[in-house]
């Protein structure tokens, strides 16, 4: 590919005689990118994304590589929207667009305004890696299911406004029991269902009950036939984490009965079409109205029957019970013949009272009788004077009794009489008496008390133990006399005249 020229460019490069035109970068940029975009105008690229991003300008920034390149794509927020999948890491796609430079940082990208699968399988591997990493988590468990409610008052209705599937269900709700019915209207189809789906099944769970718009006893997601990829919006995590969360029984109608989401794995039950969506959401109302009516015809007949057993019942029991007028008969005779006896009864009764009541007089003692005699006992009574006066006398004699046993006994208990017997008391020096020998020590100084008030001072010389015969008494030793100094021989040195 040769590169422009610029003869008539007025603000072309600088050229000189024999060397090649000096460009400068912009210049250098602006013909890479006219060239790139003249002769890749129109491309269709197969490969898979990697490094996904959704700017916050609602521009997509993505990657598409096989085994040996890597080439950036872009999608501008105005044809992201209308993409019939939802990009993602990992998807093998076929992307349809141009192809172009991007100066600032001297890369080439690719411009998509259309993107598509590159086959089912790759997708439908998509779809089961996902469906298997949810159900690890738990997403699909029964445990999770709900049990729909058998007459919801409100249905809300998640579809498309201007499709065949909500004519459908309301149809079928009509016929079988008219409901109040809610729609939340979306997209079913394109990347921006998914998102829509959700804000659906999120913003229905999020009215409070008793408010101005009702809160839904049931809801229903629901979309027409269609191939896998029209049906992608239902597959997309989002989607089927709003159901799998959502706090109002689900039930999924996505495509024909052969047409399986992931949507219908979260949801709490799965209808094969709208209108069999519509069937399981409510019952036919006459079929329930012949049911209540047979249930009725039936109850009645069953308590009309037990009524007549009951009844013959009873009439059988009477039949082994005697006639009332009959016990009334003899209760009356039995009446006027206790009423007979009575009357002589009471008078029997009066009469026995009135014998005890005599016969208790003979044995009673007059009032006046009684006071006499105790008048009688209290003359031979010793006065009272004397009585205490001679009480005193007694009480002091027995007094003055013991007073002198008690003496006696004291006199008894007292030690002079042990020492009249040849015993000593011995005290110490502060005058308390000595029990034991192990309150002394050598040396002490005691004192010794004998009958007649005799008393004498001693020195514990040494304290023993035991009973045997007490140690002798040292002798006081005899001090001995200085021996009386030697007078110094004398001196004889001038010797002796005789």
């Known amino acids: 590919m040769n590169p422009p ?19 400068s970068v912009t210049e250098l940029s602006g013909a890479l990118k006219r060239v790139v975009e003249d002769t890749f105008g129109y491309v269709r690229v197969r490969g898979e994304i990697s490094g996904f991003k959704r ?22 927020r105005g044809t992201a929207g209308k993409l019939d999948i939802e990009p993602e890491d990992g998807l093998e796609v076929i992307a349809t667009g141009r192809v172009t430079t991007y100066a600032a940082r001297s890369k080439y990208q690719m411009v998509i305004e259309r993107m598509e699968v590159a086959g089912e399988g790759a997708l439908l591997k998509m779809i089961e890696e996902r469906r298997k990493r949810l159900t690890a988590e738990g997403l699909f468990d029964d445990a999770r299911k709900q049990a729909l409610p058998y007459l919801p008052e409100v249905i809300g209705v998640v579809t498309s406004p201007t499709g065949a599937v909500f004519r459908d269900i309301m149809h079928r709700l009509n016929d079988r029991f008219p409901r109040r019915v809610l729609l939340w209207p979306v997209l079913v189809q394109g990347t921006n269902a998914a998102e829509q ?3 659906a099944i999120e913003g229905f769970n999020a009215l409070e009950a008793g408010g101005d718009v009702p809160r839904p006893d049931l809801l229903i997601v629901a979309r027409g036939g269609g191939s896998l990829e029209d049906l992608m919006a239902f597959n997309q995590e989002n989607v089927v984490r709003a159901a799998a969360a959502s706090a109002i029984p689900l039930i999924s109608a996505i495509g024909h ?11 709490d039950r799965r209808a094969p079409t709208p209108t069999a969506a519509a069937e399981l959401a409510v019952p036919v109302r006459s079929e329930l109205l012949a049911q209540l ?31 009332p007028r009959r016990l009334l008969e003899a209760a009356m005779q039995r009446s006027d013949d206790w009423s007979e006896r009575l009357g002589p009864a009471m008078a029997r009764r009066l009469s026995d009272g009135r014998q005890q009541v005599d016969e208790a007089a003979r044995h009673l003692i007059s009032p ?115 021996a009386a100094k030697r007078s110094a021989p004398p001196d004889d040195s001038q010797g002796s005249l005789l």
């Open 293 to 323: 009516a047979d249930d009725g015809s039936r109850l009645f007949g069953a308590m009309t029957r037990y009524l007549s057993g009951m009844g013959q019942h009873v009439t059988g029991l009477a039949r082994g019970l005697p006639e």
């Open 197 to 199: 789906v959700t804000a």
């Open 55 to 76: 700017a916050a300008s609602g521009h997509l920034y993505m990657a598409l590589k096989d085994a040996d390149a890597n080439m950036d794509a872009v999608c501008w």
């Open 368 to 482: 006046a009788d009684y006071i006499a005699r105790k008048r009688q006992d209290l003359a031979v009574v010793v006065p009272s004077e004397e009585r205490f006066s001679r009480l005193g006398q007694a009480i002091f004699q027995t007094r003055a009794q013991y007073l002198a046993n008690v003496d006696k006994l004291l006199e008894s208990y007292s030690y002079k009489g042990v020492l009249e017997r040849g015993f000593a008391v011995v005290r110490d020096s502060a005058g308390a008496p000595v029990t034991a020998a192990g309150m002394l020590s050598a040396g002490d100084a005691v004192s010794l008390s004998f009958k007649e008030e005799g008393r004498a001072e001693a020195v514990i010389s040494s304290v023993g133990a035991g009973t045997g015969t007490p140690p002798t008494p040292k002798k006081p030793a005899v001090k001995k006399k200085p």
């Open 257 to 267: 009965e052969t047409d399986t989401t992931l949507i219908d794995f979260a949801s």
């Open 5 to 23: 020229a610029y003869d008539n460019d007025p603000a072309g490069p600088e050229t000189g005689s024999n060397e090649p035109p000096v460009f």
